[in-house]
């Protein structure tokens, strides 16, 4: 399984994007990259998927460079709600059974 | 639609006694999860069912049985707790491609639910 590497923390200020990378240096063909978003005493949450190049969502953005070693999540003009731990995991397709949560990166937002 | 539900929301044991957390879905998923979270952790699988009648070893299963009976319900026992059990237990549930959605923006997306806050003393 892919090993993933992240930021431990970030700060940031509303209404600033923020972007977080991961590195993926052994990601295999099949492998998707997946982030999920967590708020403190809560479950994780999907936040985008994707495979290659850029894929947008209505909460983020996800840019995949050519040889898929690493990727960004974009959060455009993040809010005090977004403070939230976010994760960067990879697994082969239809494989959600093999997703490893990492220690990910715990984002605050300060006004 | 209720999604994901856990039962109970808190507990507290005292060492060597057992208890079973029930993880419900309502949404026909074929895989469900039981994943543990320690403080400043990220979450940890303990074990995993791909549909109804199996169940599947994790990362760290060692001290936990499960079952799915049901295809809907998702059981994680502990027959003798012990303080390393303390923990945020949460339960999780996903598609397959066999399942409800052809999406490949979707095929990694597992479902939460609120969580059990465990305490072994």
């Known amino acids: 399984l892919a090993k993933t590497t992240q930021p431990i923390s970030m700060d940031s200020y509303e209404g600033q994007e923020v972007n977080i990378t991961c590195s993926h240096n052994?990601?295999?063909?099949?492998?998707?990259i997946t982030w999920y978003q967590q708020f403190p005493s809560q479950g994780p949450r999907f936040i985008i998927q994707?495979?290659?190049t850029k894929v947008t969502n209505e909460v983020a953005s996800l840019f995949i460079p050519a040889d898929r070693k690493s990727s960004t999540l974009s959060l455009p003009r993040v809010s005090l709600s977004d403070t939230a731990v976010y994760y960067c995991?990879?697994?082969?397709?239809?494989?959600?059974?093999?997703?490893?949560f990492g220690s990910g990166t715990r984002l605050l937002v300060r006004p | 639609n209720a999604g994901v539900t856990q039962t109970p929301k808190f507990r507290v044991l005292k060492t060597g006694q057992s208890m079973t957390l029930l993880c419900a879905q309502d949404m026909n998923h074929e895989y469900m999860y039981w994943y543990r979270q320690d403080p400043g952790m990220g979450l940890r699988l303990i074990h995993y069912?791909?549909?109804?009648?199996?169940?599947a070893k994790g990362e760290v299963p060692d001290g936990y049985n499960v079952s799915r009976l049901k295809k809907q319900n998702f059981l994680l026992g502990l027959e003798s707790a012990a303080p390393s059990q303390t923990s945020v237990y949460f339960c999780?549930?996903?598609?397959?491609?066999?399942?409800?959605?052809?999406?490949?923006?979707?095929?990694?997306?597992?479902?939460f639910g609120p969580g059990t806050r465990l305490t072994v003393l």
């Open positions: 999780a549930s996903s598609y397959t491609l066999a399942g409800a959605t052809l999406d490949p923006d979707l095929y990694n997306e597992q479902f």
């Open positions: 994707g495979y290659k």
């Open positions: 052994n990601i295999a063909t099949n492998d998707y």
């Open positions: 995991l990879v697994a082969p397709e239809d494989s959600s059974y093999k997703l490893i």
């Open positions: 069912s791909v549909g109804e009648g199996t169940t």
